[in-house]
């Protein structure tokens, strides 16, 4: 099993910057996608960015691209996704998820953290 801890998640003002962080544990030996999805209240979780296992795949949601950034360190197993120019509809739960294949999609992760609250004021 892989643990997933996510932190960073803060209130911030529209334009500004966060870096959340997914640290993970348990059997980080195998390989594994990490994606990063949100949640509105009452809506499902979308898909927010992906990274594989050495980095060589690496996908975004139409709404963040150019805005967000997704990167990893296998050796810290940490996996950061860097958000720029936040919006306020960018408010939501964020989670990190690890699965053994690249996808966009929730089912196909088997492991979630807890997720982390980011809110974006205008």
């Known amino acids: 099993q892989v643990q997933l801890a996510e932190s960073g998640g803060e209130l911030v003002q529209a334009g500004g910057s966060l870096r959340l962080s997914c640290a993970a544990s348990?059997?980080?030996?195998?390989?594994?996608?990490i994606a990063w999805f949100r949640q509105f209240p009452g809506k499902e979780r979308e898909f927010v960015a992906a990274i594989s296992w050495l980095g060589r795949s690496i996908d975004y949601a139409d709404s963040v691209k150019g805005r967000f950034t997704i990167s990893r360190d296998n050796a810290k197993n940490v996996i950061d996704l860097q958000m720029n120019s936040l919006k306020p509809e960018d408010t939501a739960v964020y989670y990190c998820?690890?699965?053994?294949?690249?996808?966009?999609?929730?089912?196909?992760?088997?492991?979630w953290g807890q997720g982390t609250q980011v809110t974006v004021s205008s």
């Open positions: 348990g059997r980080t030996h195998s390989p594994y996608t």
């Open positions: 998820a690890a699965g053994p294949h690249f996808a966009l999609m929730a089912h196909e992760y088997d492991y």
